[in-house]
C-alpha cells in the first residue's frame, strides 16, 4: 500500500470538486480525505495500492465538469495511515 498527499490549484472549489473525489475514491477502494483549503486549493490524502492511486490522481488532475484544475503538486510515502473509508473534511 501507497499513501499519497495531493494539493491541486485552480477552479477547484465550489464546484463540487470533493464530492466527486469521495465518490470516485470510494468507487475504485482508496481511503483518506479530502477537504478544502483556506486559500482556495483543495488537499487530498489517499492510501491504496500504487497503482490504483496513480489512476485516482489522474482523475484528480481533471475533476468533474465545472472545474478546472491548473496546478498539482503530488508526494508519494510508503507509509500507511490507518483509514477506514475516504471522508470529505471541512
Excluded: C
Amino acid at each position: 500500500m501507497s499513501r499519497l498527499k495531493v494539493q491541486l490549484k485552480g477552479v477547484v472549489q465550489g464546484v463540487g470538486y470533493r464530492y466527486h473525489i469521495s465518490r470516485r475514491a470510494n468507487d475504485m477502494g482508496v481511503t483518506g480525505w479530502v477537504k478544502n483549503r483556506a486559500d482556495g486549493s483543495v488537499e487530498i490524502e489517499a492510501v491504496g495500492d500504487r497503482s490504483t492511486l496513480e489512476e485516482f490522481l489522474n482523475y484528480a488532475r481533471v475533476g468533474p465538469a465545472g472545474a478546472h484544475v491548473e496546478d498539482v503538486s503530488a508526494n508519494w510515502h510508503e507509509d500507511e495511515p490507518d483509514y477506514s473509508n475516504f471522508d470529505i473534511r471541512f
